[in-house]
């Protein structure tokens, strides 16, 4: 089965400064990776995610991610960041071929606190 | 606007008793699943449904159990609520995995058990 590590479980970052949240996961098989943002009391909603083509994904507020399959991983990236981008981040990855109904696997969550 | 809704944002209950967690998708999706979310944990599977009235185990099964009778509606039951089971539960669904969509989440249900 997939695990998926996200190597910071807190990102402390200033306000239109860059931040580079890490993703490593285990396997090298052909996989779906997506990064979900939660903000506070609410439910996850998804901000990119990869399935084939193109190694560099855009998604929404800004946020862009870099898959590299040599390395097995999907770093998201934001080159300025708002204060209100202080959420919890996830990553998660479903392994095409072990599973056929898609199941995501997610990693412990990053939280991301931005002060003025 | 597509939605999973979660009945309730917030519940607390006591010890033994029988808890419902309903979750209603709007997308005529196939898969529908519950997790819990722990601090530091993150999200930890416990059921998952592919077609209505079919059910499959997550990796956290153990008190828990489901119910799929119509393809919009997933519930969650805890048999017989117990303080570890305190947590925030999220429920999602999902189109089949060949297209690629992701999971779209509820709000999530807060429960507490006292």
């Known amino acids: 089965a997939q695990s998926v590590t996200q190597l910071d479980s807190q990102v402390p970052v200033f306000e239109e400064a860059p931040v580079e949240l890490r993703c490593n996961y285990s396997?090298?098989?052909?996989?779906?990776l997506f990064w979900y943002v939660q903000y506070p009391n609410q439910g996850l909603q998804l901000l990119l995610k990869?399935?084939?083509?193109?190694?560099l994904v855009k998604g929404i507020n800004g946020f862009e991610a870099e898959f590299n399959k040599s390395q097995t991983s999907f770093h998201l990236r934001k080159p300025s960041v708002h204060i209100s981008d202080t959420a919890e981040y996830f990553c998660a990855v479903s392994d095409r071929e072990a599973d056929s109904w898609g199941k995501l696997q997610f990693g412990a969550g990053t939280q991301v606190v931005v002060t003025p | 606007d597509v939605k999973v809704t979660q009945s309730s944002r917030y519940l607390v209950k006591r010890t033994g008793e029988k808890v419902f967690l309903e979750c209603v998708q709007d997308?005529?999706?196939?898969?529908m699943f519950w997790y819990r979310q722990d601090p530091g944990l993150g999200l930890r599977l416990i059921y998952f449904s592919y077609d209505v009235k079919m059910k499959e185990k997550g990796d956290i099964p153990e008190g828990y159990s489901v119910s799929r009778e119509k393809k919009e509606r997933f519930s969650l039951i805890l048999e017989s609520a117990s303080t570890n089971q305190t947590s925030m539960y999220l429920c999602?669904?999902?189109?089949?995995?060949?297209?690629?969509?992701?999971?779209?989440f509820g709000s999530g249900t807060r429960l507490t058990v006292v």
């Open positions: 990869y399935l084939s083509g193109s190694t």
């Open positions: 997308m005529d999706h196939e898969n």
């Open positions: 999602a669904s999902s189109s089949h995995p060949g297209r690629g969509g992701g999971y779209t």
């Open positions: 396997s090298s098989v052909s996989v779906y």
